[in-house]
């Protein structure tokens, strides 16, 4: 039996989610439900996974339960890169990588085709990315991307100080460069999108915490606050959540990251941004900051990461970390030091040791699926759908290749992994602090 002790209730304002239209409400979980199949968690693990169970088991009953609304949590409220590929380091290990980036791609794939042809308002838009370097962290690590392209045959265009200074209006970057085949999206309307398109066999429960997981002779009773479902199997999708329910405990450390939004900016304002066009910019270093600019003209920061083994964020600790926000926006362009964020918000996402993912079996029954820190949305999607073919015996090259990809290695107890975190963090923000 297992009893989450953390539910996720996050407090803050997802500027992604909170400047779309309200959303239907929800249809919470009352009574009993009887299931041959409960997913528990809507992020894109959980909503993947549900949708290509219910294809592929037309006429069994699904039920999706999600403990707050689908397109809140993580996967809605990340920087919104879909990516075909992300590697920071110097080029190693290049066949994992080569296997990874068949998965990445197909997970895109997989979202294009699904947003096309689901007609998903999400501002998908095939821009590319930019990575831009601010000091010798970035620099180097820039060095390391253009290798890794290099070695994988990947097309890209060095964008120095003066290119990205016409392009986005900022001289603050040292030297860049823009590569393309990954999405750029308003992640909570992909994720709501996803939902609404779930098929006719599927039941979506929201605003239904599980807070207990029951096993029985043949099944499991999961709990809600208001309502039960009795299942024949389980999968556990939860994010950060998964060790709530005691699977890889010791294997995944859960950091939060933070965004800040503005509202649409006023002709004055954007005129600051170069072309004023749409972009999408990753730090060369691996804590460099995220900048977009969204397709409807709103700046979007992400920065700073540390670790969160219990709870989301309070809203005070986003409140903080949005000054550090406000002081990327400031360096990068000064004449926008005054734009007020919309929106701030945390949120947090499974960091392994090995960039291992934590997929299959782990009891009778009992299925589960985490995607971690390297291009996780589309890792995500493809490890969802792949794992309904696990569970439906379904063997492709994929699923093979998801697979041979080495689960999330072992990390040392508590109190030495939180000395071991600080350290490397605390390192990792100093060399970045340039790139902030
Ligand atoms: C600010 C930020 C920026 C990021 N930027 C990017 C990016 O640009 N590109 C990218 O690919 N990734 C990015 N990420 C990471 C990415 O969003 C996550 O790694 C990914 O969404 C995790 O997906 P998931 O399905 O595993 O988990 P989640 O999206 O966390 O989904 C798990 C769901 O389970 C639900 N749940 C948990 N416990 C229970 C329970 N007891 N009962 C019922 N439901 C429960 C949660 O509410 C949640 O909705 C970012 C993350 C953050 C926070």
Same mark, same amino acid.
């Given at each position: 039996?297992?009893?989450?002790?953390?539910?996720?209730?996050?407090?803050?304002?997802?500027?992604?989610?909170?400047?779309?239209?309200?959303?239907?409400?929800?249809?919470?979980?009352?009574?009993?439900?009887?299931?041959?199949?409960?997913?528990?968690?809507?992020?894109?693990?959980?909503?993947?996974?549900?949708?290509?169970?219910?294809?592929?088991?037309?006429?069994?009953?699904?039920?999706?339960?999600?403990?707050?609304?689908?397109?809140?949590?993580?996967?809605?409220?990340?920087?919104?890169?879909?990516?075909?590929?992300?590697?920071?380091?110097?080029?190693?290990?290049?066949?994992?990588?080569?296997?990874?980036?068949?998965?990445?791609?197909?997970?895109?794939?997989?979202?294009?085709?699904?947003?096309?042809?689901?007609?998903?308002?999400?501002?998908?838009?095939?821009?590319?990315?930019?990575?831009?370097?601010?000091?010798?962290?970035?620099?180097?690590?820039?060095?390391?991307?253009?290798?890794?392209?290099?070695?994988?045959?990947?097309?890209?265009?060095?964008?120095?100080?003066?290119?990205?200074?016409?392009?986005?209006?900022?001289?603050?970057?040292?030297?860049?460069?823009?590569?393309?085949?990954?999405?750029?999206?308003?992640?909570?309307?992909?994720?709501?999108?996803?939902?609404?398109?779930?098929?006719?066999?599927?039941?979506?429960?929201?605003?239904?915490?599980?807070?207990? /997981?029951?096993?029985?002779?043949?099944?499991?009773?999961?709990?809600?606050?208001?309502?039960?479902?009795?299942?024949?199997?389980?999968?556990?999708?939860?994010?950060?959540?998964? =060790?709530?329910?005691?699977?890889?405990?010791?294997?995944?450390?859960?950091?939060?990251?933070?965004?800040?939004?503005?509202?649409?900016?006023?002709?004055?304002? /954007?005129?600051?941004?170069?072309?004023?066009?749409?972009?999408?910019?990753?730090?060369?270093?691996?804590?460099?900051?995220?900048?977009? /600019? $969204?397709?409807?003209?709103?700046?979007?920061? =992400? @920065?700073?990461? @540390?670790?969160?083994?219990?709870?989301?964020?309070?809203?005070?600790?986003?409140?903080?970390?949005?000054?550090?926000? =406000?002081?990327?926006?400031?360096?990068?362009?000064?004449?926008?030091?005054?734009?007020?964020?919309?929106?701030?918000?945390?949120?947090?996402?499974?960091?392994?040791?090995?960039?291992?993912?934590?997929?299959?079996?782990?009891?009778?029954?009992?299925?589960?699926?985490?995607?971690?820190?390297?291009?996780?949305? $589309?890792?995500?999607?493809?490890?969802?759908?792949?794992?309904?073919?696990?569970?439906?015996?379904?063997?492709?090259?994929?699923?093979?290749?998801? /697979?041979?990809?080495?689960?999330?290695?072992?990390?040392?107890?508590?109190?030495?992994?939180?000395?071991?975190?600080?350290?490397?963090?605390?390192?990792?923000?100093?060399?970045? =602090?340039?790139?902030?």
């Amino acid at each position: 039996m297992s009893k989450p002790a953390v539910i996720p209730r996050h407090t803050d304002s997802n500027g992604w989610w909170n400047s779309l239209a309200p959303p239907p409400v929800p249809r919470s979980l009352t009574g009993r439900v009887r299931v041959r199949t409960a997913v528990v968690g809507g992020g894109i693990c959980g909503v993947s996974a549900t949708n290509r169970l219910a294809e592929l088991c037309p006429d069994e009953e699904i039920c999706l339960i999600e403990a707050e609304r689908v397109g809140y949590g993580a996967s809605g409220r990340n920087a919104g890169f879909m990516l075909n590929l992300h590697s920071h380091g110097a080029p190693k290990q290049l066949e994992i990588l080569r296997r990874n980036m068949q998965l990445w791609e197909a997970g895109l794939n997989s979202l294009r085709r699904k947003v096309e042809s689901w007609q998903i308002q999400c501002d998908w838009s095939e821009a590319g990315r930019f990575y831009g370097a601010a000091g010798p962290d970035g620099e180097k690590h820039l060095g390391h991307i253009a290798e890794t392209l290099d070695a994988l045959d990947l097309p890209y265009t060095w964008q120095g100080r003066d290119a990205l200074e016409q392009r986005i209006g900022t001289g603050f970057y040292s030297n860049g460069l823009h590569t393309g085949g990954n999405a750029l999206v308003n992640p909570a309307a992909l994720m709501r999108g996803l939902a609404q398109h779930l098929p006719a066999n599927v039941t979506l429960f929201e605003e239904s915490p599980v807070t207990e /997981l029951e096993p029985l002779d043949n099944g499991y009773k999961i709990w809600t606050p208001d309502g039960e479902v009795i299942a024949d199997r389980v999968v556990l999708a939860t994010g950060v959540f998964l =060790r709530q329910f005691g699977i890889a405990t010791a294997h995944f450390v859960p950091m939060a990251t933070y965004g800040s939004l503005t509202a649409p900016l006023d002709p004055a304002a /954007l005129s600051v941004l170069g072309t004023g066009e749409e972009f999408g910019m990753l730090g060369g270093s691996e804590y460099g900051a995220t900048i977009r /600019l $969204t397709w409807d003209k709103r700046l979007f920061v =992400r @920065n700073y990461f @540390n670790f969160v083994p219990g709870a989301p964020a309070s809203r005070g600790r986003v409140a903080e970390i949005s000054q550090m926000h =406000r002081r990327a926006m400031a360096v990068r362009w000064p004449d926008l030091s005054d734009q007020p964020f919309e929106h701030s918000w945390g949120g947090s996402m499974a960091f392994t040791r090995n960039n291992g993912t934590v997929f299959g079996s782990f009891g009778p029954n009992l299925y589960a699926v985490l995607t971690n820190d390297v291009s996780p949305m $589309t890792r995500g999607e493809a490890a969802g759908s792949l794992l309904a073919e696990y569970m439906e015996n379904i063997d492709s090259e994929l699923l093979s290749l998801q /697979l041979s990809i080495p689960g999330p290695s072992r990390l040392p107890p508590r109190p030495f992994l939180d000395l071991g975190i600080r350290l490397r963090h605390g390192y990792l923000h100093l060399i970045a =602090r340039d790139e902030f």
